[in-house]
């Protein structure tokens, strides 16, 4: 079987209210840990997460993720690394080590682009070096002052404040991601950081369904309502932050981390697993698809290999009874107002 089924449409006919997730517990059939998306292309279940990851480190770690076995790469914008991440991709096709169709690669519009998607689009793309997306996801649903195509930096008012832009709907904004689709430039698109409100509205308005909704969720904060929402109306959840942020999160936020939880370090011994990956193994047995990021080449391997044990529904349930409600990535650091107030 080849890793091609990531990327091809599904032969039969599909339920926009059904996710298709194939899962099996040998290492040697990881071509097959994907979910079928409402557009009918396949997601890897497993992607790497590249927020936070350095200009300089990235195309030896793109390329060593590849080696491993990764094949879905969570990009963004304001990550500010799309550049460098083009080139990784570049070599790794140049090479022969993988085709453009093994791999699914995941960008977002930033909170200053709405009003300008398709530019956006375009511009990512470039900087990607990719002919398309295979996901385009509206990062946070809130537009900002424009600040020019590709410029990231918050667009902050006098006060320091998140300088809103009450001139632009969600609603507009979502047909000009759907414009993306019917260009060629995207295969899927979806959302980011929506609650079940805004999730709601958008399905409303859609023409095209949001094929995912990524959002923060991990054992401290499993938003149990929000993934079952979405995934009853056939739109996969992607867990980003799904080790709860671990360091990084600690470092920003000044959060804490569920992988120092000692009842979930109880449960790594009784696998014989690290914590990272029980709690990684938690997620796609939720059927979420999951995002971990790493600058480490042990932990890139340590992250990939949950596909050789399962929780017992018992140690699941357990697990659920961890919640804390308890969110670790709150941009309101930088923004002097909580948008999840």
Known sequence: MKEERYIKRSSGSQSSKTLSLSLSSSINHIEEMAITLNSGFKMPIIGLGVWRMEGKDIKDLLINAIKIGYRHFDCAADYQNEGEVGEALAEAFKTGLVKREDLFITTKLWNSDHGHVVEACKASLKKLQLDYLDLFLVHFPIATKHTGVGTTASALDEEGVLDIDTTI?????????????????????????????????????????????????????????????????????????????????????????????????????????????????????????????????????????????????????????????????????????????
Request: charged share 25%; proline share 3%.
């Open 169 to 341: 709907s969600l609603e507009t904004t979502w047909h000009a991601m759907e414009q993306t689709v019917s260009m060629g430039l995207v295969r899927s698109i979806g959302i980011s950081n929506y609650d079940i409100f805004l999730t709601r509205d958008c399905l409303a308005y859609s023409k095209i369904k949001p094929a995912v909704n990524q959002i923060e969720t991990h054992p401290y904060f499993q938003r149990d309502s929000l993934v079952n929402f979405c995934q009853k109306h056939g739109i996969a959840v992607t867990a980003h932050t799904p080790l709860g942020g671990s360091l990084a999160n600690t470092e920003w936020f000044g959060s804490v981390s569920c992988l120092d939880d000692p009842d979930l370090k109880g449960l790594a011994e009784k696998y014989k697993k690290t914590v990272a990956q029980v709690v990684l193994r938690w997620g796609i047995q939720r059927n979420t698809i999951i995002i971990p990021k790493s600058s480490k080449q042990e932990r890139l391997e340590e992250n990939y290999k949950v596909f050789d044990f399962e929780l017992t529904n018992e140690d699941m349930e357990f697990i659920k009874s961890k919640d804390r409600k308890y969110r670790t990535n709150n941009p309101a650091k930088f923004w002097g107002l909580d948008l999840y107030a």
